[in-house]
């Protein structure tokens, strides 16, 4: 399974440490029990893993050589989306069902999954599985709420690589009994800015090329901070960029994600007074930083091919579902930013989503669906494997029954939120996208009803023909756009707002700052 050449780095899975446990939650009487002998499952989230950047979903370079070889013995979701562009709130949705305006207060400076949310692995420990979570920290730590139900949490490095967390998952599958099914949940933030840090591979794609910025001395050496990307717009690099910083409910002031709409002008003002000079990157030192990030996807490749060659060797993988996907892609200069947060597009909510395992049907495996699917499906899906239900509440269906056949209405649309408050409507042809809003404003629903369809608040993409989103068709195709926005509104009218929140710790905060968030 491994990249060839790396059969060595299989010790480095021979790592691991100890973890610490949780409480049992209350057991949910929705819940049916788990049939004897139900499948382990492995859910892998590859944060910021866009999905077109994958060899096995179109890019032509080859980014995935293990994950290739699951996906043409496993099942591929060609149109698979998370249901935000920010890791907490993406996660928040995988591990309740739930959009994450219903989970939390949507603002990014409070978000955390309250104690009241009832997530997988709870649902599973409860109808008899093993729960373990291992995971690169940051908007996963346990403060923000996604230790609930497991068994053993452990961090790894903060943001950092599944270099780190499958040995821990590794260590602690060794010693499980194996008289009752487990849930994994494997993290890592190998394709996260700063794009193939740490990597077994820094240039596969692009030997002997190392561009140059005027004004930078060291291009490398330079990309490595985290702030770089995040100060780039439209090609032209802001050296010294200040974004603009808000207010935090710990009182810290952090980088506030809506200057990026406005970087353009921010930027025109700062360099006018002296604070940052304007460098254009060249066409060479764009490719090259594509060619970064897809270096990174390498590397997640690379160590996930070693975790499941892992789990083959004990012996596990005959009996376990695998599941990976990301929570969010990057956009990778698509629309003039080198960040995640600032717009929701296929290049920031388009997934990877793929099945393989010894306890996938044979008669499924080498099979690729077209139709919508997104992480509200999740739950439901690893419930039904279970031989359980998803509970009250959680939205989505399950895939694993489309997949037996037993479902026939596909999903109409997919529906993402925002860190800056986007509303968008994804079909199978079309992306209607809704900004300008705050997500916790009371008034939104009505807002994204009321407003008129051609203010400038809404923009419409046909994604069939223009799958990178280029083009607003919104004055061209009205009518699509007010069918579009009609569904959003009947839908978003529906949610009932989560109102929890959180202050971080002072743990939290500098590792937040550290990595360039704050």
Request: charged share 20%; glycine share 10%; hydrophobic share 40%.
């Amino acid at each position: 399974m491994t990249h060839p050449g790396l059969a060595a780095c299989a010790a480095v899975l021979a790592l691991g440490l100890a973890g610490c446990g949780t409480d049992p939650p209350a057991r949910d009487p929705n819940l049916a029990p788990a049939v004897r002998g139900a499948p382990n499952i492995v859910l892998v989230v590859v944060d910021g893993m866009r999905g077109d950047r994958a060899h096995f979903m179109g890019n032509p370079r080859q980014t995935t050589p293990n994950l290739d070889a699951l996906a043409a013995q496993g099942v591929v979701f060609e149109r698979a989306f998370s249901q935000s562009n920010e890791s907490v709130t993406s996660h928040a949705a995988i591990f309740t069902g739930r959009y994450p305006s219903e989970v939390a207060l949507p603002d990014y400076f409070t978000y955390v999954v309250p104690p009241e949310a009832l997530l997988i692995p709870e649902a599973l420990r409860a109808v008899g599985y093993a729960t373990g979570g291992f995971v690169a920290g940051g908007h996963v730590k346990a403060e923000y709420g996604f230790d609930q139900g497991f068994d053993v949490y452990e961090h790894g490095q903060d943001f950092g690589s599944f270099h780190s967390t499958g040995p821990l998952a590794l260590r602690w599958l060794e010693g499980l009994d194996r008289q009752r099914p487990f849930f994994v949940f494997l993290h890592g933030y190998d394709c996260h800015r700063p794009y193939a840090k740490g990597s077994l591979f820094l240039h596969p794609f692009t030997p002997g090329e190392h561009p140059t910025v005027p004004g930078i001395e060291d291009f490398e050496a330079e990309h490595a901070l985290r702030s770089f990307s995040e100060s780039i717009y439209d090609g032209v690099y802001y050296r010294g960029f200040q974004h603009l910083r808000a207010e935090h409910a710990s009182g810290e002031w952090v980088l506030d994600p809506w200057s990026y709409p406005s970087m353009p002008q921010l930027a025109a003002a700062q360099a006018q007074a002296g604070l940052c000079e304007a460098l254009p990157l060249g066409e060479q030192a764009i490719h090259h930083l594509t060619a970064h990030y897809d270096a990174s996807v390498l590397v997640a490749d690379t160590y996930l091919g070693l975790f499941v060659e892992r789990l083959q060797q004990l012996g596990l993988w005959e009996d376990t579902l695998l599941i990976v996907t990301a929570d969010h892609g990057e956009d990778l200069g698509d629309h003039g930013y080198y960040n995640h947060r600032s717009g929701i597009y296929d290049s920031t909510t388009h997934v990877p989503l793929l099945l393989a395992g010894g306890a996938l049907p044979a008669a499924w495996r080498g099979t690729r669906r077209t139709e919508l699917a997104d992480a509200l499906d999740l739950f439901p899906t690893i419930m039904d494997v279970a031989g359980s239900v998803a509970p009250t509440g959680a939205r989505g269906r399950s895939l694993w029954a489309e997949l037996a056949g037993s479902q026939v209405a596909p999903k109409p649309f997919s529906l993402q939120q925002g860190v800056l408050g986007q509303t968008s409507l994804r079909t199978a042809e079309y992306r209607l996208v809704f900004s300008g809003r705050l997500l916790a404003d009371p008034a939104y629903a009505r807002f994204l009803a009321e407003e008129p369809i051609d203010s400038g608040a809404f923009a419409l993409f046909h994604t069939a023909l223009d799958p990178l989103e280029q083009v607003d068709v919104l004055l061209d195709q009205p009518e699509q756009a007010q069918q579009l926005r009609q569904a959003a509104v009947q839908l978003v009218s529906g949610l009932e707002q989560g109102t929890s929140a959180q202050t971080p710790s002072p743990e939290s905060i500098r590792a937040m700052r550290d990595q360039g968030y704050w």
